[in-house]
Structure formats: structure tokens, C-alpha cells
């Protein structure tokens, strides 16, 4: 028998042994040996069998811009560099909290194609947002076309604007599920029904995903255990809205969690920690979210720059909010009073003190810095 790695219990290693695996008791000695002594240390990423799995934390890409409001690639792409680091599951772009209804179609393939040629060798699962401003099936089924061309893992899309018609937006829905083989995320909003959800489910083959944000039955807390049951649990579901609730989230049965990118590590972590069986643990991790997000708020993109995701230069562009959604900024998720380009928060208005890129990166390095993965 090898002797443990410094810094390593005998009864861990003896555990990691047990599941073999010699390289993550290397790796695990690697990260404490990181941490301060009086530091707790990293929770590095729990193994996942297999790769590109569609379930777990799928934070949804914020939009950056450079002076001359041209889209910043480099800095886009980061966010999936920075999400293979952390060992976060997907990656979503562009959807609401993206800014989506800001950019012009040549914007969307080109940070299509920059998101997927960063991310193609890596774990992360990348999933490319293709619904469009005006409903257009014809421009959908480019950005769907584009996606599998580009070695995207799945798709998304929001229903057309302005439509409320459950007939039409299960048709919509059912065109889209035909333009490729990659799994459907379905995204719903506003009084988007169970029955219309059981609808896709049963009619569209690879409709197999659902991020949840429609209204009625309670929102997706209340709806998820009736979609379960009536799908066979077959339909895996998805959160939005800030991801405020993710222990009543996990609980329940959610699949998955999409917040943005800019605490999604720690959200990672989280969710790693609670389908290890380490319920206490997640529950103190997601605590440590709770508890950054409640110092006050910050600039749209603050938290990105602190963590050198992206360039202290990054610009946003407004965007009016999505129908259903309202933007909480606060230091987690999103800017100061922002609307449509960096939300992804929803539900709440902004508390607490303003706080600048210094005052951010003191909260990170005092309170969350043992837990950043990425």
C-alpha cells in the first residue's frame, strides 16, 4: 500500500483508494497543500462519470462589449475557460441574462463559433441559445444549423415574442425540436402551462429539458413535482431566476441550475457537494452565496473583472427586460439597477450598500477565496 501524500489523512486516502482513484487523492493533497493552514481548503470539482452531461450548475454567459461598443470575444470566451477551471457542468449563451435581444444575428454566430472553439475540448457542456426577436423560424433554424456545425452539445430556446397561444407555441416548438438532433432545452415564461410542458414533452422527441420560468402553479418550485410525475421524470428541469432556492431546489429534484457565470464555481460546488450525499455541506456552501450576495451591489460586470474574467474595460449594452423578469443586481448576479444585458438575478430589487471593484475584491478575498474553484 502507497503511503498517503502529505497533507492527506490515512482515512481519506484510504476512502479515494477505495473508489479508485489515485490521481484525485494526488490532486486532493495538491489542493490542501494550496489552502493557507488556517484556511479550509478548495472543494475540488467531485468526479462525473462520463462527459458532457446535461444536469448540474449551466450559467447563463453575460454579453461583454469594448469601447465602440463592438463585441469582446476574448472575453467571452473566457467565461468558458473560466467554467472548465471551476469544474462547472454547462454553459448557456445568449439568453435573457445574456442580452440576447441586443445583438444582431453576425454578433450571435460569431460569439457562437468563439464560445464553442474555446470549449470543445473541454468538460463543460455548451449550450447555444437560438430563439429569435421576431419569431422568424427561418433565422431560428440558422442559429440551430450554426450550433451543430460548430459542435455545440444542445440548444435552448425561448418561445416567440408576444405569443401566448398554447396551439402556436407548441407548434413553435415542435418546428425547432425537427431542425436538428441535439437535445431541446425548453425554456418557459409568463403563463406558459404544465399541460403545454406534458404537450412538447410527449410530441417532441428530443425535448427532453425544461428551464422553468413561467408563472403559474407556483412557479417552478410548485410545478416540478406534477411535471415529474406526469412525464415519468423523464423531463429534466431546470432553474432560473437568480437560483435563490437552490436547497429547496435540490430537495425537490431539479436537474439543474442556471445562474450566471460569475459566482457559478461555488454554485458548482454546491451541487457537487449535495449528490455526493453531503447535504450539510452544500447547504454551507450555498450559504456562502446567500451571504456575498447580501453585502450590498455592484456594477453589472464587477465580480467578472474582480475574477479576472473579464477585462476592466468591459462594457454592457441595456436591453430592455424580458417579459416576466425582474433584475436584482447584487455582487453575485448582476449590476446597479441594470436592466435586460446583465440581469439573470429576478424578483427582488436591489438592497444594501453600493459596492465598488475594490470593496469586491475585499468580500472576495475575505470571505470566499478558500472556496473558488476556478
Not at 489523512?9 to 493552514?37: H, K, M, T, V, Y
Amino acid at each position: 500500500m502507497l503511503p498517503p501524500p502529505v497533507g492527506v489523512r490515512r482515512r481519506d486516502f484510504l476512502q479515494l483508494i477505495g473508489a479508485g482513484s489515485l490521481g484525485l487523492a494526488l490532486a486532493g493533497a495538491s489542493s490542501l497543500r494550496a489552502a493557507e493552514p488556517s484556511e479550509p481548503a478548495k472543494p475540488a470539482p467531485l468526479p462525473r462519470p462520463g462527459r458532457k452531461q446535461l444536469r448540474g450548475l449551466f450559467p447563463i454567459g453575460s454579453t461583454p462589449f469594448l469601447e465602440g461598443d463592438k463585441l469582446d470575444l476574448e472575453s467571452l470566451a473566457a467565461q468558458v475557460t473560466f467554467c472548465n477551471r471551476g469544474g462547472v457542468h454547462g454553459f448557456v449563451w445568449p439568453q435573457i441574462a445574456s442580452g440576447w435581444t441586443t445583438l444582431s444575428e453576425a454578433e450571435r454566430l460569431a460569439g457562437t463559433e468563439a464560445i464553442l472553439a474555446t470549449g470543445k475540448s473541454g468538460a463543460t457542456t455548451l449550450v447555444v441559445g437560438v430563439q429569435s426577436k421576431t419569431g422568424d423560424l427561418k433565422e431560428v433554424e440558422r442559429y440551430a444549423k450554426h450550433a451543430v456545425a460548430n459542435g455545440a452539445d444542445a440548444i435552448v430556446s425561448l418561445p416567440p415574442p408576444g405569443v401566448s397561444d398554447e396551439k402556436v407555441l407548441l407548434d413553435y416548438y415542435q418546428q425547432v425540436g425537427k431542425m436538428t438532433e441535439l437535445p431541446l432545452f425548453v425554456q418557459t415564461i409568463e403563463n406558459m402551462s404544465i399541460d403545454l410542458v406534458i404537450e412538447i414533452y410527449k410530441t417532441i422527441r428530443t425535448a427532453r429539458y425544461l428551464k422553468d420560468e413561467a408563472n403559474p402553479g407556483g412557479g417552478a418550485l410548485g410545478r416540478i413535482t406534477e411535471i415529474r410525475k406526469r412525464t415519468n421524470d423523464e423531463m429534466k428541469i431546470f432553474s432560473g431566476q437568480g437560483v435563490r432556492t437552490m436547497i429547496n431546489e435540490m430537495e425537490l429534484g431539479f436537474s439543474g441550475h442556471c445562474p450566471i457565470v460569475a459566482l457559478a464555481d461555488v454554485y458548482a460546488a454546491a451541487f457537487d457537494l449535495w449528490h455526493a450525499g453531503r447535504h450539510q455541506e452544500a447547504f454551507d456552501m450555498f450559504g456562502r452565496i446567500l451571504a456575498f450576495n447580501s453585502m450590498g451591489t455592484s456594477g453589472r460586470d464587477t465580480v467578472m473583472i474582480a475574477r479576472g474574467i473579464f477585462k476592466p474595460t468591459v462594457k454592457s449594452r441595456n436591453a430592455p427586460l424580458a417579459a416576466g423578469v425582474e433584475v436584482a443586481p447584487e455582487p453575485g448576479a448582476g449590476g446597479r439597477g441594470g436592466r435586460g444585458g446583465g440581469g439573470g438575478g429576478g424578483g427582488q430589487r436591489p438592497t444594501g450598500p453600493i459596492i465598488d471593484l475594490e470593496g469586491v475584491r475585499a468580500a472576495l478575498n475575505n470571505y470566499l477565496k478558500p472556496y473558488l474553484r476556478a
